[in-house]
């Protein structure tokens, strides 16, 4: 006969002691390093902060343990499994994140500190879910966690940012949507309103990748602030749009159909005119000006372009395009056109270049979930 509810839930909540006491030491090591580096007030600001954080980390995990299963109908795991570890040691990061808030960018171990947790978190967003298929320990515990994680890094190392002026304020707007649509879904939950399944989109999940990495790039001192901010708005707003169709999916205004259809849409058109609009907007900038590299940059800056012209690792010439512009090796002398080219190659890297495309390399590696 298998164990009751109570006596596992009390050996699970053990363990996320367990598991909550090795962070507090990573933490308190973490704490002696930055004192002896930066001084002592400095290094008890950032452990008052990130303990703060692991906190609320430990705390989203205890009151879901009971979800630690794979659907409400099957038994709880005894243990955690490796799958919700790594999903905890990514809190335990954004965490530590969070600790340089309001910090001074100029401190010795800062940008280096967020900059590093951070990207170790967006990393391993990948193969905690590959850990827990591995080990036949898929949960509903491990996808609450991954959302609500995902949703706190997307909060507190784009505020980080903001504050060291890498992002600009506007950009904070898509940390805060996924709580605003969480709070409205409750409410008409609350107020008795049916709230509607949304359809099956693999994009979602892309976007939010690609939003961490590039959070992630900001934090690191590599590429130009100017840079970052400008391209931050046309990183947010595919998200933002994708929000406001999945609410008004959710709450009925448009259906599942409808919504399918926008999508096949954009892959139809609109996604292969901004590879036109894209082509045609390099042409009349009448090339590229050559600031701290020579022809390399250029030759590559062209090689991307005809990927993205006939469709073939259309990402990958987009990513290009962006981080040649991004790193200050290569710009344009309108900067009309040069906002267009930073704006279509940052939309083509999140969407992809769409039909008539040649080979959508990289589409599938994107999509897939790893060990899947």
């Not at 839930?9 to 930055?34: D, H, M, P, Q, T």
């Not at 506007?170 to 409410?187: I, N, P, V």
């Not at 900067?335 to 969407?351: E, M, Q, R």
Request: aromatic share 10%; glycine share 10%.
């Amino acid at each position: 006969m298998s164990d009751s509810p109570e006596p596992i839930l009390r050996k699970l909540n053990r363990e996320l002691n367990r598991l909550s006491l090795f962070a507090v030491a990573g933490f308190l090591i973490g704490f002696a390093g930055l004192a002896v580096a930066g001084g002592w007030c400095a290094a008890g600001v950032w452990l008052a902060q990130a303990g703060a954080g692991l906190w609320l980390i430990r705390q989203t995990a205890r009151r879901r343990l009971a979800l630690n299963r794979l659907n409400p109908r099957t038994p709880l795991y005894r243990n955690l499994g490796w799958g919700n570890r790594l999903t905890l040691l990514r809190g335990a990061l954004i965490a530590a994140t969070g600790g340089c808030l309001f910090s001074d960018p100029t401190a010795p171990a800062n940008p280096w500190l967020p900059a590093l947790c951070y990207t170790l978190a967006a990393l391993l967003d990948r193969y905690d879910g590959y850990a827990a298929r591995r080990s036949g320990r898929v949960s509903l515990l491990g996808a609450e966690l991954d959302l609500h994680f995902d949703a706190l890094g997307l909060l507190i190392a784009p505020l980080l940012a903001v504050q060291w002026q890498r992002l600009p304020t506007g950009y904070l707007l898509l940390s805060l949507a996924f709580y605003l649509y969480r709070w409205l879904l409750q409410a008409r939950v609350r107020r008795g309103l049916p709230t509607f399944p949304l359809p099956d989109n693999p994009l979602r999940r892309t976007l939010a990748g690609f939003q961490m990495g590039f959070v992630a790039l900001t934090l690191w001192p590599v590429l130009e602030p100017a840079f970052s901010r400008q391209v931050s708005t046309a990183f947010m707003l595919p998200v933002l749009f994708g929000f406001v169709a999945d609410w008004l999916v959710a709450n009925g205004r448009c259906t599942a159909r409808t919504y399918t259809q926008i999508g096949e849409l954009a892959d139809r058109t609109a996604l292969p005119g901004l590879r036109i609009g894209l082509i045609l907007a390099l042409t009349l900038a009448g090339g590229f000006e050559r600031t701290e590299a020579a022809g390399l940059s250029v030759a590559l800056a062209w090689s991307a372009s005809i990927l993205l012209a006939v469709g073939c690792a259309g990402r990958l010439g987009a990513l290009a395009i962006l981080l040649l512009f991004g790193g200050g090796w290569l710009s344009v002398a309108q900067p009309a056109l040069g906002l267009a080219i930073l704006f279509a190659a940052s939309w083509l890297l999140l969407l992809g270049t769409g039909r008539y495309s040649l080979s959508r390399w990289g589409e599938a590696w994107l999509q897939r979930y790893v060990g899947a």
